[in-house]
């Protein structure tokens, strides 16, 4: 193919990205007597008992809320419900044939490590897991508009880190943040994206879909000892933060404090998206670190005083996390970032 063939090819495939993001009802306008909390009971995941067999708690973002709601930290009625993500807003990142090969059940039981998923029917796979990661697609999308609007917002979902547009993996089957991202450059008008991944794995998915992209810069503190051992993808980290097994706290914390300093050289973000894996909480075991809760709250309470110093609007997204605890330990640091008046999850 000629030079001239194949910048044409990118211009068209970027009209039609375009085309498809300004036709999306994701952006939905929401009313100011709603909190940028974005979540839907459709987010849990239960299907016969199988859900069990990972060791992800699926019902944990039902649980961040209800212990929000039962602390008095927020009132249901202020929680910002989004939309599905469709085909066509799938298409903006991924590829007809990836999205296709969804609807092979032993496909996507390989995706989210549940094997006997594979001899379900997949209008019920559909139905019972892929929707569920699809409205959590939706809120990841709506956060961005909302953190634009209100300075920040939180997605008790999504954070599918280790999804890219042509590929899936570790129990992620859309790349939220990839799309958020393009959704942002088109309807936001924003250039500039800073990606601060503090999941305890590498984030492979987004590192993959924007590789060589300047428009977006990444910062990945990850383990280095454990899945996905991407080592291509590894390469488009624009600062990579190496915590092995057995990282304590304070170590954790100051190696963050320093990254962060470094970031602020390096790059003048518009966005930033913050990927809050709880999977760094001590006890693990997939994640190997031994943070503790405390930790938790401080790290969170860092990364949104580093983008309220910069006047940058921040999405979290609530990613990894392997043990019950986790749903607490998040409530507890929102509740936290609250009371440091990060975030306000009150009613206006």
């Known amino acids: 193919m000629s030079f001239s063939a194949s910048a044409s090819s990118k211009n068209d495939a970027e009209s039609l990205r375009c085309s498809r993001i300004l036709s999306s009802k994701l952006y939905l306008d929401i009313p100011t007597s709603k909190v940028p909390l974005v979540y839907s009971t459709t987010y849990n995941i239960a299907f016969l008992g199988m859900e069990k067999l990972h060791p992800f708690d699926s019902s944990k973002w039902g649980r961040i809320c209800g212990f929000l709601i039962m602390d008095g930290a927020l009132d249901n009625n202020c929680i910002v419900e989004p939309l599905e993500a469709s085909k066509n807003d799938l298409l903006v990142v991924h590829s007809e044939s990836y999205l296709n090969s969804l609807k ?35 809120g990841t999308i709506l956060a961005a508009k909302l953190a634009k609007e209100r300075g920040w917002a939180i997605n008790v979902g999504g954070g599918f880190h280790h999804c890219s547009g042509g590929r899936g993996g570790g129990f992620c089957a859309y790349a939220d ?20 991944d503090l999941d305890a794995h590498q984030g492979n998915g987004h590192e993959t879909d924007f590789a060589n992209d300047s428009r977006v ?9 454990i899945y996905p051992f991407d080592y291509e993808a590894r390469k488009y980290i624009d600062q990579k933060v190496e915590v092995v097994s057995g990282t304590t706290t304070n170590v954790y914390l100051k190696k963050l404090e320093e990254a962060l300093e470094v970031s602020v050289n390096m790059f003048d973000p518009e966005l930033l998206v913050y990927n809050a894996g709880t999977d760094i909480l001590d006890g693990d075991p997939l994640g190997r670190l031994k ?11 860092k990364v949104f005083r580093f983008a309220r110093e910069r006047n940058v609007p921040i999405v979290m ?28 999850t009150s009613k206006p």
């Open 291 to 301: 943070i503790s809760p405390d930790g938790i709250a401080s790290r969170d309470e």
């Open 104 to 138: 092979n059940s032993a496909k996507v039981a390989a995706i989210i490590e549940v094997p006997p998923v594979a001899v379900l029917p997949n209008c019920l796979v559909q139905q019972k897991v892929l929707y569920p990661f699809r409205k959590q697609v939706g």
């Open 177 to 196: 943040i990839s799309l958020c991202i393009h959704f942002a450059f088109v309807r936001l008008n924003i250039s500039r994206v800073m990606i601060i």
């Open 317 to 344: 997204l609530t990613s990894g996390g392997y043990m019950k605890s986790s749903a607490r330990v998040i409530a507890d640091s929102i509740i936290n970032l609250s009371a440091k008046s990060l975030v306000d």
């Open 217 to 225: 810069y990444i910062l990945d503190m990850f383990n280095p000892e």
